[in-house]
């Protein structure tokens, strides 16, 4: 995890808000980074994380978290991580074979028309406490919900209205009635005005979940251009929903990835130019 | 996973159930080493290169095996074709394996395409590789006098060891000779030899995609490129090249229409892909006609599938062929996107104006000096710095 940006979200693994749906999406950059942050954070706050890893095997997420300080074989191990791994269940359907084992969380790639019902499913069983009345299994802290990312989703043909009802869905069990939280990472490519207005396009998914969430965190490249010192910017952005009103708040960060993390710093501000 | 080097080495866990002493001697994990590979600096997982030792600097010292390496098309499809044929090439001299995929030419007219290596060393095609120490003096007209003792070892470099150099010239004006050739192994998909079948397709992808990605599996698990199969002493790298994925050839309409109908099908395909060399040891390059794609966005969602992404773009048959301020270079190389698997950061390259220029022995990517050629052919348009723009000149 990332000292700096837990300073920026005011959260330490002893203390965080609970309920939160955070977004974070990316335009013309990576924003995987911050996913990594997030996974270690919740690990070492001891929570059950439920990780939909859809895009990368699971050698790179572990190989990543090593060296910002977690094991994921080891969380793997004792249950405090479900990790699905997307690639792996996907090759038993996309060439059908005689016997199909493995979870069905990855049905929708048989016909992305049905939606991502078993997919939520999924994460309804592995969020859920599984009564606890084993000896010697460790309580773990409020449930997560990790998904890098979702809008591989859309290239697989499922539709933007599909995954905005699972994560309403999520939302609906994860946030509300369970306590816990959400990190879902959404990437976006090209201007913001060039989406022809269509229902698949990533933009309405991207405005849908920015609707439904109650932080965000947009990264950038910078407006002025290619920079190596500095990778992009962050825009941090609250969006208080309880108490008094729809209040928002919003911060820009510059930012630069490191091999053992990342460093977030005010506009302007960078080791580079300073 | 693209294949970290240690668990290239790791051998299976496997202990024999009844030892007779509870002795058990501490075996480090040996790194097999696979010819034609090294581990990167970076993050130590295993490299192969693409034939092109100006792209593997580009790439970040190489292409990590397990990754995928998408070519956008230049306009007539010659040096997309050009590096898909230096990176097989590359897996003949290495003595990988290859996998060639194709709905135009036949793989067999591509594989005899190849250029041939610039090999300073012993031919590797020869099959008695021993070095024939007791004839070696005889030949020798200059025997050593002082340095005696070394007079028996071999002169030339064996073929393993010239084949674990990584990357190597090719002289494009030859062919590759058919004996060299002929040492690799090659597996060909050629769609038109393989009749669509009218069955249901489990997917989104159309059949053309299911049946490569189907071909691919079998070839990966029958010669054991799995990373799953029990470690044995030799493993080696298999090497695929897919060409021109999603043109009309295909069967599929991505490049036809404005609003296709199998808009999922590649996408779909280079996720069953990227699942399937994230397992073995292999690695894999697709070229794709990007500019007959009007879709951005779906060439969005087709780069952020792929690994690795360049594009060329060719000046034949514009007007900048006869532009002098292009007149060294074929065209530009537009690197669209570099992976950062098992680290957060990810080595950018430190240029984005890059040009190519393909040389008898040589493909080499330089940067780019024109853009200040043009930044000072407006300044002087506008009267305002003359000494900037003799300097500028004097720079590039």
């Keep these: 995890m990332f000292t700096e940006l837990n300073s920026i979200l005011n959260a330490t693994p002893d203390s965080f808000t609970q309920g939160e749906f955070i977004l974070v999406s990316d335009r013309q950059s990576d924003a995987s980074f911050l996913i990594h942050h997030f996974l270690s954070f919740y690990l070492r706050a001891r929570c059950k994380v439920c990780f939909l890893g859809l895009v990368q095997s699971f050698s790179h997420y572990s190989a990543i978290s090593q060296r910002l300080g977690v094991s994921l074989t080891q969380a793997r191990e004792k249950g405090q991580l479900i990790f699905l791994e997307g690639l792996k269940e996907s090759l038993s359907i996309l060439i059908p074979q005689e016997t199909t084992t493995g979870s069905q969380a990855m049905d929708f790639l048989r016909d992305p028309t049905v939606g991502l019902q078993r997919l939520y499913e999924f994460v309804r069983s592995s969020v859920s406490s599984d009564g606890g009345g084993e000896e010697g299994v460790e309580e773990w802290g409020p449930p997560v919900l990790l998904v890098d990312d979702v809008s591989v989703l859309l290239s697989l043909g499922v539709s933007a209205g599909a995954v905005l009802d699972f994560s309403h869905y999520c939302r609906a069990t994860v946030c509300s009635q369970l306590q816990g939280n959400i990190v879902m990472l959404v990437r976006c490519h090209g201007e913001e005005a060039e989406d022809d207005g269509s229902d698949e396009g990533s933009e309405w998914l991207l405005k849908g979940l920015t609707h439904q969430c109650s932080l965000t965190l947009h990264v950038q490249g910078l407006p002025t251009g290619y920079c190596r010192d500095i990778h992009g910017q962050v825009e941090v952005c609250w969006r208080r929903r309880r108490g008094d009103g729809q209040h928002t708040q919003k911060k820009l960060f510059q930012y630069k990835v490191h091999d053992k993390g990342a460093s977030f710093f005010a506009p302007g501000t960078s080791s580079a130019v300073l | 996973?693209?294949?970290?080097?240690?668990?290239?080495?790791?051998?299976?866990?496997?202990?024999?159930?009844?030892?007779?002493?509870?002795?058990?001697?501490?075996?480090?994990?040996?790194?097999?080493?696979?010819?034609?590979?090294?581990?990167?600096?970076?993050?130590?997982?295993?490299?192969?290169?693409?034939?092109?030792?100006?792209?593997?600097?580009?790439?970040?010292?190489?292409?990590?095996?397990?990754?995928?390496?998408?070519?956008?098309?230049?306009?007539?499809?010659?040096?997309?074709?050009?590096?898909?044929?230096?990176?097989?090439?590359?897996?003949?001299?290495?003595?990988?394996?290859?996998?060639?995929?194709?709905?135009?030419?036949?793989?067999?007219?591509?594989?005899?395409?190849?250029?041939?290596?610039?090999?300073?060393?012993?031919?590797?095609?020869?099959?008695?590789?021993?070095?024939?120490?007791?004839?070696?003096?005889?030949?020798?007209?200059?025997?050593?006098?002082?340095?005696?003792?070394?007079?028996?070892?071999?002169?030339?470099?064996?073929?393993?060891?010239?084949?674990?150099?990584?990357?190597?010239?090719?002289?494009?004006?030859?062919?590759?000779?058919?004996?060299?050739?002929?040492?690799?192994?090659?597996?060909?998909?050629?769609?038109?030899?393989?009749?669509?079948?009218?069955?249901?397709?489990?997917?989104?992808?159309?059949?053309?995609?299911?049946?490569?990605?189907?071909?691919?599996?079998?070839?990966?698990?029958?010669?054991?490129?799995?990373?799953?199969?029990?470690?044995?002493?030799?493993?080696?790298?298999?090497?695929?090249?897919?060409?021109?994925?999603?043109?009309?050839?295909?069967?599929?309409?991505?490049?036809?229409?404005?609003?296709?109908?199998?808009?999922?099908?590649?996408?779909?395909?280079?996720?069953?892909?990227?699942?399937?060399?994230?397992?073995?040891?292999?690695?894999?390059?697709?070229?794709?006609?990007?500019?007959?794609?009007?879709?951005?966005?779906?060439?969005?969602?087709?780069?952020?599938?792929?690994?690795?992404?360049?594009?060329?773009?060719?000046?034949?048959?514009?007007?900048?062929?006869?532009?002098?301020?292009?007149?060294?270079?074929?065209?530009?190389?537009?690197?669209?996107?570099?992976?950062?698997?098992?680290?957060?950061?990810?080595?950018?390259?430190?240029?984005?104006?890059?040009?190519?220029?393909?040389?008898?022995?040589?493909?080499?990517?330089?940067?780019?000096?024109?853009?200040?050629?043009?930044?000072?052919?407006?300044?002087?348009?506008?009267?305002?710095?003359?000494?900037?723009?003799?300097l500028l000149s004097a720079i590039g």
């Design chain 2, 1 to 390: 996973m693209a294949a970290p080097v240690s668990s290239v080495g790791k051998p299976s866990a496997e202990r024999p159930p009844f030892s007779s002493t509870s002795f058990q001697k501490k075996t480090r994990s040996k790194l097999i080493s696979i010819p034609g590979t090294r581990p990167s600096v970076q993050n130590g997982q295993l490299l192969v290169s693409t034939g092109v030792t100006s792209l593997d600097y580009l790439l970040g010292g190489g292409l990590a095996v397990g990754t995928v390496l998408l070519i956008e098309e230049d306009r007539f499809d010659s040096y997309s074709r050009m590096i898909l044929k230096y990176f097989l090439a590359e897996g003949v001299v290495c003595r990988h394996e290859l996998f060639v995929a194709s709905a135009q030419d036949n793989p067999d007219d591509i594989l005899q395409e190849l250029p041939a290596p610039i090999l300073d060393d012993v031919a590797i095609h020869k099959p008695v590789e021993q070095p024939r120490l007791s004839c070696e003096p005889q030949d020798n007209l200059d025997a050593m006098k002082i340095a005696w003792r070394y007079q028996n070892l071999p002169k030339v470099q064996s073929a393993l060891a010239s084949s674990s150099r990584f990357g190597h010239y090719y002289d494009v004006s030859k062919t590759m000779e058919p004996e060299i050739r002929q040492a690799a192994k090659c597996h060909r998909f050629y769609l038109p030899e393989h009749p669509t079948q009218s069955s249901t397709t489990h997917s989104r992808m159309i059949e053309s995609y299911s049946a490569l990605l189907k071909s691919l599996q079998e070839v990966i698990h029958r010669e054991g490129f799995d990373l799953s199969t029990p470690m044995s002493m030799s493993r080696n790298i298999l090497r695929v090249g897919l060409h021109s994925l999603g043109s009309a050839l295909w069967n599929d309409d991505l490049s036809c229409h404005d609003d296709p109908m199998h808009s999922h099908a590649l996408t779909t395909f280079l996720y069953g892909l990227r699942a399937l060399l994230r397992s073995s040891l292999s690695v894999a390059v697709v070229t794709v006609p990007s500019h007959l794609i009007q879709d951005q966005a779906l060439m969005g969602n087709i780069t952020r599938l792929c690994d690795n992404a360049i594009a060329l773009e060719s000046f034949k048959g514009s007007e900048r062929e006869t532009n002098p301020l292009y007149k060294d270079y074929h065209g530009l190389l537009h690197v669209r996107q570099v992976p950062h698997l098992n680290c957060l950061a990810s080595q950018l390259p430190d240029h984005k104006d890059l040009a190519f220029k393909l040389k008898r022995k040589q493909f080499s990517i330089e940067v780019c000096c024109q853009r200040l050629h043009l930044l000072c052919a407006t300044l002087s348009r506008r009267r305002s710095s003359a000494n900037l723009c003799l």
